[in-house]
């Protein structure tokens, strides 16, 4: 996955923070600014969080791109909901959104609703060896391919929903507009990444710009209270939207749920070692309570699980009706060119032996996250040993 | 590249960390997903089987071209009856071992399953079982 951060201080306050924070060792400093290693980035938003100074942002479309279409649809993902007690809040949550200049607004709970039908149907059928997982996350789906690939293949390959919505839209509008533009409104930083780099699989991607929802909400919220209208919200979709609930849908299965990066990792590793054997699915989210927990929503995500599962309680709208076929799609991730195990063994004996000159406490006060990171960039001949600060202590 | 590292007996706090370490340095040496997947599930289940049913002993890894090996030698008690150990199911882990939610079984035929090659030998002064996978050089 590329990133969508950027950093955006002059100078940085050397707090190392971010670097602390950040899963996948992407971040380093360099001349006191944060450096952003794209390819590694798995747009957890942790360092945004992280950073007292806000010098850390995601950045997705702005509505000046509306323009550039005759034919405006904005995709509003059920997660949003969390925030509202009833179905008619519900209803002038999405009318604000479309006063926003759209043409029309499209709520995805029937096209998530046709995934947690269809999940059904894979769950019951499926025979292979260790837990299913629900790559819905895409910073799950991310670290996955990054860091666990031996478990890629008990991702379950669905297409993802605003994706699905996206060429729904399209087929039913096609005749009447030329230049269509679809917008998704994104409840966390990883889906803005998703819109703006789409991984894998073959497909023509249907969404043409990714918003972030926290960027939107002043101007959502004020347009809130002059809003009257209708609207008909999936039951079966809401419910993927929060952990606790979901995993009351599929009791007989006895799925487990792991929310925030520290639990999902402690899951991954289990599953790596074969040795979660009593779930048969589980459901990975890197916001605490799932979705509804989304870095760029607003609320608390404890609050949030227990208001979309009331406003469960009062909904009655139909899924989507979609083909089987287009509901999944194994998705190609772009191969490494071989390094022989020679070639391999030589790199880490070297790395070892850097690593060898070095105090191994991962300090960070070098700029790099971790001691193995500078001793990797001393090879590429990037940094040098006398970069770190207990090193030129000890020697003086 | 050679490593040893050592278990003790019921150290169930630190049971599986040989495992993770292995499995790390197996990925920064980009070993191919579907192996590492199987060595790590062979290893781990040898790991806690050393914790729970032996006096202690060594892990030793050894990593050359076209292939890797892994022994596991304790000091003992040794497994009186192999092939019953080789039946799913086969337990005889302690009261200790199984508070800590481990001890279904041996785990024996699932380290056979996800190993290349598997060799266990056992007399009361110790059990040694090697473990050996290829790779493509
Ligand atoms: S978004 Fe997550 S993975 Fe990306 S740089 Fe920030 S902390 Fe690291
Ligand atoms: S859990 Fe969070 S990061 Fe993952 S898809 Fe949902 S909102 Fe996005």
Same mark, same amino acid.
């Given at each position: ?21 950040? *899963?996948? !060792?992407? %971040?380093?400093?360099? =001349?006191? @600014?944060?450096?952003?290693?794209? /390819? ?35 995709l ?34 029937s ?10 149907e ?26 666990y ?10 297409? *993802?929903? !605003?994706e %699905?919505?996206?060429? =729904?839209? @399209?087929?039913?509008?096609?005749? /009447? ?8 409104l ?133 899924s989507a ?12 991730y ?33 700029g ?15 940094s ?13 | ?22 499995k ?49 030698a ?31 079984g041996?785990?024996?035929p ?28």
């Open positions: 996955m590329s990133t969508v951060i950027s950093y955006t201080l002059k100078q940085c306050t050397r707090c190392n923070k971010c670097l602390k924070q950040c *899963p996948t !060792s992407a %971040l380093t400093v360099k =001349d006191e @600014r944060i450096v952003i290693e794209s /390819k590694r980035c798995i747009n957890c938003g942790a360092c945004l969080d992280a950073c007292v100074h806000q010098g850390m942002q995601a950045k997705g479309s702005t509505l000046a791109d509306l323009e550039n279409y005759d034919y405006t649809v904005a509003i993902p059920t997660a949003v909901f969390g925030d509202c007690e009833t179905p008619a809040e519900a209803a002038t949550l999405t009318a604000a959104i479309g006063k926003l200049g759209f043409d029309e607004v499209v709520e995805l709970s096209y998530d609703g046709a995934l947690m039908n269809a999940l059904e894979v769950l019951a059928s499926d025979t292979g060896s260790g837990p299913l997982i629900w790559g819905f996350c895409p910073v799950v789906h991310a670290w996955i391919k990054e860091t690939p031996a478990l890629l293949d008990r991702v379950i390959p669905f297409v *993802p929903v !605003s %699905l919505a996206a060429a =729904d839209v @399209r087929k039913r509008l096609k005749a /009447k507009y030329e230049n269509i533009g679809i917008f998704h994104c409840e966390c930083v990883s889906k803005l990444a998703m819109a703006k780099y789409p991984y894998g699989g073959k497909r023509q991607w249907q969404v043409d710009h990714a918003l972030s929802l926290t960027d939107l909400f002043p101007q959502i919220s004020r347009l809130q209270n002059k809003c009257e209208a209708n609207l008909s919200l999936c039951r079966k979709g809401l419910t993927q939207a929060g952990m606790n609930l979901f995993l009351s849908e599929f009791p007989q299965y006895d799925c487990t749920g792991a929310d925030g990066l520290v639990k999902v990792q402690r899951a991954l590793e289990t599953m790596e070692f074969g040795q979660l054997k009593k779930s048969r699915f589980v459901y990975l989210s890197n916001c605490l309570g799932g979705c509804v927990g989304g870095n760029l929503l607003w609320g608390n995500p404890f609050d949030k699980q227990v208001k979309i599962r009331d406003l469960c309680r009062m909904t009655h709208g139909q009706q979609i083909e089987a076929s287009e509901l999944f799609e194994e998705p190609v772009e191969k490494s060119p071989p390094v022989s195990m020679a070639q391999r063994l030589k790199e880490v004996a070297e790395i070892n032996a850097q690593l060898e000159q070095l105090p191994g406490y991962d300090c960070g006060a070098c790099y996250p971790t001691c193995r990171s500078l001793a990797e960039d001393i090879l590429k001949n990037k040098s040993l006398d970069k770190c600060r207990l090193r030129r202590r000890r020697s003086a | 590249m050679r490593e040893t590292y050592q278990v003790q007996k019921e150290d169930f706090a630190n049971a599986g960390k040989v495992s993770s370490h292995i790390t340095t197996l990925k920064q040496l980009g070993v191919e997903p579907a192996l590492l997947r199987r060595i790590a599930i062979a290893v781990y289940e040898a790991e806690i089987n050393m914790v729970i049913h032996s006096d202690g002993g060594a892990i030793t890894m050894e990593i050359d071209e076209g292939s890797i090996r892994f022994t596991f304790d000091q003992g008690p040794g497994i009186a009856d192999i092939e019953a150990a080789m039946q799913p199911g086969y337990s005889t882990a302690n009261e200790a071992a199984r508070e800590f939610g481990f001890g279904a041996m785990g024996l699932n380290i056979q399953r996800n190993s290349d090659s598997f060799d266990i030998q056992s007399s009361p002064a110790g059990t040694i079982l090697n473990l050996s996978y290829e790779v493509n050089p």
